[in-house]
């Protein structure tokens, strides 16, 4: 099991940048791929983003090429690095770390609320 714990929310300027971090512990050495999620109320989580153990990395048509997905393995962090912020990017943002074949475990989440 992978226990996960995001930080970098908060209230943002509709056009700012944010980063968000996500570090992670325990059997990493078992998934394939990490990647962070978001749910906004009254919506399902959707895949905001995802890179393999390899980097190849996918992103959401919402998103792409405003945001940025890294992961550092030496100090064991995810990061979503998002610009161009817009209102409608207002959610809780989950990190998650997936096991083959098809286990997910997330963190607590983190909120994002872009004023306009």
């Known amino acids: 099991q992978v226990q996960l714990v995001e930080s970098g929310g908060g209230l943002v300027q509709a056009g700012d940048p944010r980063r968000l971090s996500c570090t992670y512990t325990g059997t990493i050495f078992r998934t394939d791929s990490m990647a962070w999620f978001r749910q906004a109320p009254g919506k399902e989580r959707e895949l905001v983003a995802s890179?393999?153990?390899?980097?190849?990395?996918t992103y959401a048509d919402s998103v792409r090429g405003r945001f940025v997905i890294t992961r550092d393995s030496l100090t064991n962090t995810l990061y979503l690095g998002m610009s161009t912020l817009e209102p409608e990017d207002t959610a809780v943002y989950y990190c998650?770390?997936?096991?083959?074949?098809?286990?997910?475990?997330w963190g607590p989440g983190t909120q994002v609320t872009v004023s306009s």
């Open positions: 998650g770390a997936h096991t083959p074949p098809a286990t997910w475990d």
């Open positions: 890179i393999t153990n390899r980097g190849r990395t």
